[in-house]
């Protein structure tokens, strides 16, 4: 995942990490981290991102990767007992979740999220914020009136125009009682009744349309701040990136456009009727 393609320069040793390696390991993590702090403290801006960064970094990987990774000795290695266990066992790769549907012909299992929870939306939250603060800043200052005005374009489309075109055809939205339970949008009020079909056309070119608008609208303001465009853009593909990777192939919301779930695991899916079980589970 990090070092694709380079020589193994070193032979393999199964087994355990002694003390002095993971002693040098993070010796040698801290002195990347801490090397250029000296000359970013001349400028806050520069550290502010550099800091936002790597937190990104370690906040993903330990998010999406630590949980599949098979280096079970690792120390921040979050795979399951019983999924350790399960793949020393079998000796195949192996995916985590409540929700397994094996694909016909492999010996992979289709992994689909039924239920978001509250540690999700905090990171997509993150991610998010820092999409958004970029954008902000940039407007802010040459113009606070435009930045207000950024905030309640932001509120508008994301908690009442997306929610009613978009979300309400969505099953994680149409499983939350009073509040939205979405990784993307936590506790907040439904206004509009769950429609259980997927999305128009109209529903689609609207919720787009808004979208595009938010996107596009702080660009003038972010060309007069090079650092803070390439920030924002920096920031939008990870966002964009890590969704369509981590998100989009387990998602049940098979009406999205973006949907990559197969067709075979959407009909099993749907045909064991799982939506009512898995949303009484804790």
Avoid at 57 to 78: M, Q
Wanted: with cysteine.
């Amino acid at each position: 995942m990090m070092f694709s393609g380079v020589p193994k320069i070193f032979k393999d040793r199964p087994g355990f990490h002694t003390p002095f390696e993971k002693i040098i390991i993070v010796l040698g993590v801290f002195s990347v981290f801490l090397f250029p702090v000296y000359w970013l403290f001349r400028d806050p801006l520069l550290l502010g991102a550099y800091v936002i960064s790597w937190g990104l970094f370690f906040f993903t990987v330990w998010r999406y990767g630590c949980i599949r990774c098979i280096n079970f000795e690792f120390p921040v290695n979050r795979a399951p007992a019983e999924m350790r266990s399960d793949f020393k066992k079998k000796g195949d790769p192996f995916d985590i979740s409540r929700n397994e549907f094996r694909v016909s012909g492999s010996n992979r299992c289709a992994v689909l999220k039924v239920k978001h929870e509250f540690k999700d939306f905090i990171y997509w939250s993150f991610v998010t914020l820092v999409l958004l603060f970029s954008a902000g800043l940039a407007i802010g200052i040459h113009s606070t009136e435009w930045m207000i005005a950024y905030i309640f374009l932001i509120f508008f489309h994301f908690y009442i125009l997306e929610q009613r075109f978009f979300c309400t055809h969505c099953p994680y939205y149409a499983m939350s009682e009073n509040k939205v339970r979405c990784m993307m949008n936590w506790s907040w009020p439904k206004y509009f009744r769950s429609r259980s079909y997927p999305p128009g056309k109209f529903d689609l070119a609207v919720t787009t349309l808004g979208f595009l608008v938010v996107i596009f609208f702080p660009l003038s303001w972010l060309l007069k701040e090079p650092f803070l465009l390439g920030a924002y853009l920096v920031s939008i593909s990870i966002f964009l990136l890590t969704i369509w990777r981590y998100e989009c192939c387990r998602c049940i919301y098979f009406g999205c456009p973006f949907n990559k779930v197969s067709a075979e695991v959407r009909k099993e899916f749907e045909g064991q009727k799982r939506f009512e079980c898995e949303f009484g589970e804790d």
